[in-house]
């Protein structure tokens, strides 16, 4: 996240960074799917196996 967000944007306010922080964490959770987890978003994997 510091590489691809943080560190080659700028930022007005501490709470424009935190929205960032919070869209980029809900994307790499539920959108964007993972190798290790057989190309399946994190969030599809942990609700499916409580779903179960």
């Excluded at 996240?1 to 960032?20: D, F």
């Excluded at 993972?34 to 599809?44: F, R, S």
């Amino acid at each position: 996240m510091k590489t691809k967000q943080i560190y080659p944007n700028e930022y007005a306010s501490p709470r424009e960074l935190r929205v960032l922080i919070n869209k980029y964490v809900e994307e790499y959770n539920k959108i964007r799917s993972h190798e290790p987890l057989d190309y399946q978003a994190p969030d599809d994997v942990y609700y499916g196996v409580l779903a179960a």
